[in-house]
Nanobody, 115 residues
């Protein structure tokens, strides 16, 4: 059983910054991918950024240069540093862990960017 605990969402003005964090607990296979997805009202859930425990990272084009994903050396905590936030970044952000052919999700944290 894997559990993902998220924190760090909130309300911020356009141009501001927020940092999201997520810690995974439980039995986690050796190779895994942790990341962040988001879902805005009326839209599909989309990938924001992912990182393997081997150091490979991937970003959505819409956040490149503004968001940075990082993982702690123990590999079960992932952060998303979000800079220069825009109103279109407003969404519920979900932490994700993919391991052993199974995708696990956190409960989601709301990020609201006011203009």
């Amino acid at each position: 059983q894997v559990h993902l605990g998220e924190s760090g969402g909130g309300l911020v003005q356009s141009g501001g910054s927020l940092t999201l964090s997520c810690t995974a607990s439980g039995s986690i296979p050796g190779f895994n991918v942790m990341g962040w997805y988001r879902q805005a009202p009326g839209k599909e859930r989309e990938m924001v950024a992912t990182a393997t425990n081997g150091g490979w990272k991937n970003y959505a084009d819409s956040v490149k240069g503004r968001f940075t994903i990082s993982r702690e050396s123990g590999w079960n905590t992932v952060y998303l540093q979000m800079n220069n936030l825009k109103p279109e970044d407003t969404a519920v952000y979900y932490c994700s862990l993919y391991a052993g052919a199974t995708n696990y999700w956190g409960q989601g944290t709301q990020v609201t960017v006011s203009s």
